[in-house]
T-cell receptor, first 113, second 112 residues
């Protein structure tokens, strides 16, 4: 597609439930990133995928968070046993060259009630 | 430990005047800097970048200045327009790292 596509755009879930967030990057972009923005905070790095290399998971806040990228394209971020502090906008970005910035999707606004 | 800081959470400027948004960083290994603009309910969009080999980069109404010795960069918007009202994030990266560290953003409001 022309841009980075994320779904759903909004998700309300009950505390303790699992959620899956999807990211469809720009075709041909080998680098894919997940960030999140909590209320009043900056963009917090979560995880990075580059081609077939092992992902950099150093930003994942707990073991309830995991992500995968299938076939070097679509990525899914999974949050298990959601907590209220997981409420945030989750942003996906992709890049053709990780040295020169990325294109972001519109994000998924997650609200845990 | 915030490596990239935007100390002004908000800024209001009259239409036609200059907007100056500031950003400070702590890691001297950063060598590439970006500014993004974000409207509500949209993802951030790339605005302008600067490499550490330069001290200024200009693109239309937008100019980014980099002061490496002070570890400080600023974004100037001249003249400011109401459509520039958004949250502006600076980000720093490079130095062998592939991930950018973002500041907390500055909300700019341009008053008509």
């Amino acid at each position: 597609g022309a841009g980075v596509s994320q779904s759903p755009s909004n998700k309300v879930t009950e505390k303790g439930k699992d959620v899956e967030l999807r990211c469809d990057p720009i075709s041909g972009h080998t680098a894919l990133y997940w960030y999140r923005q909590s209320l009043g905070q900056g963009l917090e790095f979560l995880i990075y995928f580059q081609g077939n290399s092992a992902p950099d998971k150093s930003g994942l806040p707990s073991d309830r968070f995991s992500a995968e990228r299938t076939g070097g394209s679509v990525s899914t971020l999974t949050i298990q046993r959601t907590q209220q502090e997981d409420s945030a906008v989750y942003l996906c970005a992709s890049s053709a060259d990780s040295n020169y910035g990325y294109t972001f999707g519109s994000g998924t606004r997650l609200t845990v009630v | 430990d915030q490596q990239v800081k935007q100390n002004s959470p908000s800024l209001s400027v009259q239409e036609g005047r200059i907007s100056i948004l500031n950003c400070d960083y702590t890691n001297s290994m950063f060598d590439y800097f970006l500014w993004y603009k974000k409207y509500p309910a949209e993802g951030p969009t790339f605005l302008i970048s600067i490499s550490s080999i330069k001290d200024k980069n200009e693109d239309g109404r937008f100019t980014v200045f980099l002061n490496k010795s002070a570890k400080h960069l600023s974004l100037h918007i001249v003249p400011s327009q109401p459509g520039d009202s958004a949250v502006y994030f600076c980000a720093a990266g490079g130095g062998g790292t592939y991930k950018y560290i973002f500041g907390t953003g500055t909300r700019l409001k341009v008053l008509a």
